[in-house]
């Protein structure tokens, strides 16, 4: 080769070189951006990800509270409708308690119970419990109502001495109180 050829050889190997580092250059570029664009779209995306779990779990939390409303507002529908049977319980009880002793009458009084029981049966299905209170319990005004304050022989202060009326409750909240003597 001559010297000739040999310039031109190293000046095409030169261009060839300097073509060569300015599209390494020009990829490293791309490459630069493109790191700083996909850091920006992850950090985007965490941000949206983080806010689509912070809404699910507010979603969440507001359809728990929606349901727990339901059911208050259930609750208390029911026991608004259920409070006007409670004294036509009272009185039933009431004529089971002081029934005839003429046996011409027990199958009545049985038909009476009977009906009683079925009624209290049907309002424990719904949740509606008993609010039981016995004699020598201690008064609770929570569930309960005090009609008397009065001496009683084998009581102590504060103890139920008898539950004159049942009283009611549905889950925790309390239907009507249970109406109670108590000793002093």
């Given at each position: ?75 208390s529908s029911l026991a608004d409708h259920i ?102």
């Amino acid at each position: 080769m001559t010297e000739q050829e040999d310039k031109k050889t190293v000046s095409e190997n030169e261009k060839s070189a300097e073509a060569l580092q300015a599209e390494i250059d020009n990829l490293a570029r791309e490459y630069a951006e493109l790191k700083e664009e996909s850091e920006k779209l992850r950090t985007e995306a965490a941000e949206n990800l983080d806010g689509l779990q912070r809404e699910r779990a507010s979603f969440a939390n507001f359809k728990r509270r929606m349901e727990q409303d339901a059911m208050a507002i259930y609750d208390s529908s029911l026991a608004d409708h259920i409070r006007p049977f409670l004294p036509v319980i009272d009185d039933l009880e009431l004529a089971i308690k002081h029934q005839p002793i003429s046996p011409e009458v027990q199958q009545w009084c049985i038909g009476l119970e009977l009906i009683v029981q079925k009624m209290l049966n049907t309002l424990s299905e719904q949740g509606v419990e008993v609010i039981d209170v016995k004699p020598g319990d201690a008064f609770d005004p929570n569930t309960q109502e005090a009609i008397t304050h009065e001496e009683a022989e084998g009581f102590e202060d504060g103890q139920v001495i008898e539950t004159v009326r049942a009283g009611y409750k549905l889950k925790d909240k309390i239907i009507r109180p249970a109406l109670v003597r108590v000793a002093k």
